[in-house]
């Protein structure tokens, strides 16, 4: 049996074509379904939907033979045990600082809120700058508003929840796609049928 492991979400609009095209597909009537364990058009294909933070987890652990995360996640998580295989393009977004639009970040010590509590310190650090990370769950574009911070790291695409917050974009940290991992060990031991499938879908980005 091979166990798939992908992201719930935006991703996954975008990830089930790229298997379709590739030949693996999941019928509706599972798609629909409060089912964890998807059935795929293959007996020994099964798909898992998860918190796109978890996909690296279950990857890492060999639950999942290989999965598909946003670059973000594989930071953030340190992507140990899990190989990155390949760049799918998709779910492209960029990782970025903002803050109100004449907010002084050169101060001695910042205040930073986000999610993304490895890729903030990281960044300010490589930028040799003090930083008081307050981790939050999710509307961290809120927290420079109130007052709980000087400027928040998230995921941007479009740039429209920024500017519905009046906020601006200010540092490009990184920019984010989805990656295809593999489960290390298991990379050599079903090497043939994950690289059979690995050719596939990069076939048919
Ligand atoms: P946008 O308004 O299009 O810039 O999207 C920003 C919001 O969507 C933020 O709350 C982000 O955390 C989230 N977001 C944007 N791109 C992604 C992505 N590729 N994966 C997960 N969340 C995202």
Redesign the pocket.
């Known amino acids: 049996m091979l166990t798939i492991a992908l992201?719930k979400?935006?991703?996954l609009d975008q990830t089930l074509p790229l298997l379709e095209e590739a030949g693996i597909s999941i019928p509706q009537t599972e798609l629909k379904s409060r089912k964890l364990i998807l059935d795929t058009n293959f007996d020994d294909i099964q798909v898992i939907i998860l918190r796109?933070s978890d996909v690296p987890v279950f990857v890492q652990h060999g639950a999942a033979d290989f999965g598909i995360a946003?670059k973000?996640v594989l930071i953030e998580h340190g992507a140990d045990g899990v190989f990155e295989l390949l760049d799918l393009g998709i779910?492209?977004?960029r990782m970025m600082v903002a803050s109100e639009k004449d907010k002084d970040l050169n101060k001695s010590s910042l205040k930073v809120a986000t999610?993304y509590v490895r890729s903030a310190k990281e960044y300010f650090y490589s930028q040799g700058k003090q930083v008081e990370v307050i981790k939050l769950y999710?509307a961290?574009?809120l927290a420079p508003i109130v007052g709980l911070s000087d400027c928040i790291v998230?995921?941007?695409?479009?740039?429209?929840?920024?500017?519905?917050n009046n906020l601006v974009p200010l540092d490009l940290i990184y920019e984010?796609s989805?990656r295809l991992i593999v489960n290390s060990a298991a990379f050599n031991t079903k090497h043939s049928e994950i690289n059979g499938w690995i050719q596939k879908i990069k076939e048919s980005l």
């Open positions: 992201s979400g935006r991703i796109a946003g973000d779910s492209k977004c999610k999710g961290m574009e998230d995921l941007v695409d479009t740039g429209n929840t920024l500017k519905a984010v989805s």
